[in-house]
C-alpha cells in the first residue's frame, strides 16, 4: 500500500469541487485528499488496513482527532488518524503530510513570543511569520495572536492539576532589564509524574524576589492549583529550597540530585590525582542495593577519608545522606528520579530560544517564551509513552 493508492471516489470528489467552485473550491478538495492520504498513511504505519487481519500488525485505529490548519489555499479541517496499542519503543503515529505544518505553528508562535519579546514591531513580526509560514499575516493579527498566546499560556500555567506522586524542580536563571540594570531572574520549573507513570510540566515560574520567598510562592501555588498525593521531590541544592519545602510540604520526602552532588564533591577533593577514585567510591554509594549498603559505605568511605581529605570527608559526612532518600522507592523508580536529569532536555529547550533574545526587555516577555517552550514539551509527553512504571513491585 502507497500513498497514491488514494480510491477513485476521493479523488472524484476532490475533482467534483474544483470543477464547481474553481480556485475557490482549492480548499475543500485539498481537505479532502489530505484526509484521505493520512489514513492511507496510518495503515501503512499500523501494517494493516482498516478491519484487516494480520499477525503483523504494529497496533489499532483509534478514530481521529479535528484539526484546523491555515494554509495558502485557506483554512483545512482536518480529521487527523490517532493510534493505539503500539509495540515497546514505537513513537506514536503522527501523519508526515502534517510534520511540516505542525513546525510552522510552533515557529509562528514562538516567533511572535521571541519578537514581541525585544520589542520589534509588529509590522517586522509579520514580514517573519510570512518567511516562517508562508501566510500573510497583517499587523494587526500578530497583535491579537500575542494577546491570545497570553492568555492561552496563562490559563495552561493555572490549571489544576490533581495527584503526582512523584516531583522534579530545577532553576535556572536569565536575564532581564528591570529599572535600567540588567538583573538575573529565576525561572522556576515542576515536573510532576501523576498515577498513569506520565510525566508533565505542573508549574512554571519567574521571580525577582529573594530565591526562599521566590521557591515558598511557587510550591504553594501548586497546592492552590490541587497538588496532592506528593511522596517525594527530586532537586538540586538551589539556595532556600529545603526551607520552602519544609514550609510548604512538611513529612515529603527530599531526594537531592546525585549528579549535581558528585560535581559538587571536586570542590572538596585536595589533589586532581584523587578525583576519580572519589567519584568511584560516590558512586558505590549511590548504586548500593539498598539503603542499609548505602549508609554502611558512606561511614567506610568517610573514615577512609578522614586524614587524607577531612574537608571532603566532613562534606560527605553531612551531604551524602540527602542523596539516599530514593532508596525508599521500589528498585524500578529509582534511576530516574535520584538525579534532575529529566529536566536537562527542558532546559536545552528553553535556552535554545531564550539566547535568540538574549536580554529581555522584562519578566512578562520571559515568562511568555518559556512558558510557550515548555508547552510544547509537557504535551509531547503526555501523549507519549510511560515515563514511569507505578507498581510497588
Known amino acids: 500500500m502507497t500513498h ?47 478491519y484487516e487481519r494480520n499477525v ?12 484546523r490548519v491555515k494554509t495558502r489555499v485557506g483554512e483545512l479541517e482536518l480529521a487527523v488518524p490517532k493510534t493505539r496499542g503500539h509495540g515497546p519503543g514505537v513513537e506514536p503515529f503522527y501523519p ?23 520589542g520589534v514591531s ?38 489544576p492539576l490533581g495527584e503526582h506522586s512523584l516531583v ?41 524576589s529573594e530565591a526562599e520567598v521566590h521557591w515558598r510562592d511557587f510550591l504553594r ?59 568511584r567510591d560516590i558512586s558505590s554509594i549511590f548504586n548500593a542495593p539498598d539503603r542499609h549498603e548505602a549508609e554502611r559505605l558512606l561511614a567506610k568511605h568517610v573514615a577512609a577519608y578522614a586524614k587524607s581529605a577531612p574537608r571532603l570527608a566532613e562534606w560527605m559526612e553531612s551531604n551524602v545522606p540527602e542523596g539516599l532518600m530514593v532508596f525508599a522507592l521500589p528498585v ?11 529536566l536537562e532536555r527542558l532546559n536545552r529547550e528553553i535556552k535554545r530560544r531564550t539566547r535568540v533574545a538574549t536580554l529581555f526587555p522584562n519578566e512578562a516577555s520571559l515568562l511568555r517564551l518559556v512558558s510557550a517552550v515548555l508547552v510544547e514539551v509537557s504535551e509531547e509527553w503526555e501523549t507519549g509513552k510511560i515515563y514511569l512504571r507505578m507498581d510497588r513491585a
Not at 508526515?96 to 525585544?118: D, H, I, K, P
Not at 516562517?132 to 491570545?148: E, W
Not at 532589564?177 to 498515577?195: E, K, Q
Open 56 to 67: 503483523q500488525r504494529q497496533g489499532y485505529a483509534n478514530g481521529f482527532k479535528p484539526k
Open 122 to 159: 509588529t509590522r517586522k513580526v509579520a514580514d517573519i511569520t510570512r518567511e516562517l509560514c508562508g501566510l500573510d499575516i497583517t499587523s494587526q493579527q500578530v497583535s491579537r495572536a500575542a494577546a491570545l498566546l497570553d492568555e492561552e499560556l496563562e490559563n495552561w500555567r493555572n490549571r
Open 96 to 118: 508526515n503530510a502534517l510534520e511540516r505544518g505542525l513546525r510552522s505553528e510552533r515557529a509562528l508562535t514562538l516567533a511572535v513570543a521571541e519578537m514581541w519579546v525585544q
Open 221 to 279: 501555588s501548586l497546592v492552590q492549583r490541587g497538588l496532592e498525593g506528593t511522596t517525594m521531590i527530586t532537586s538540586d541544592d538551589h539556595q532556600g529550597l529545603k526551607a520552602a519545602l519544609r514550609a510548604v510540604f512538611p513529612g515529603v520526602h527530599w531526594q537531592r540530585c546525585q549528579c549535581h552532588m558528585q560535581r559538587n564533591a571536586t570542590a572538596y577533593v585536595p589533589r586532581a590525582e584523587m578525583r576519580k577514585q572519589v567519584a
Open 4 to 50: 497514491h493508492d488514494l480510491n477513485v471516489t476521493t479523488i472524484a470528489d476532490a475533482l467534483e469541487h474544483l470543477t464547481e467552485k474553481g480556485f475557490e473550491g482549492m480548499a475543500r478538495a485539498v481537505e479532502i485528499l489530505l484526509n484521505e492520504a493520512m489514513k492511507l498513511e496510518r495503515s501503512e504505519f499500523l501494517g494493516a488496513g482498516p
Open 168 to 208: 522534579v524542580l530545577d532553576a535556572r536563571y536569565e536575564k532581564v532589564r528591570h529599572g535600567g540594570h540588567v538583573r538575573s531572574i529565576a525561572v522556576l520549573v515542576a515536573i510532576g509524574v501523576n498515577a498513569d507513570g506520565k510525566r508533565s510540566v505542573i508549574g512554571v515560574s519567574t521571580s525577582l
Open 332 to 342: 524500578h523508580q529509582r534511576r530516574r528520579m535520584r538525579t534532575s536529569n529529566v
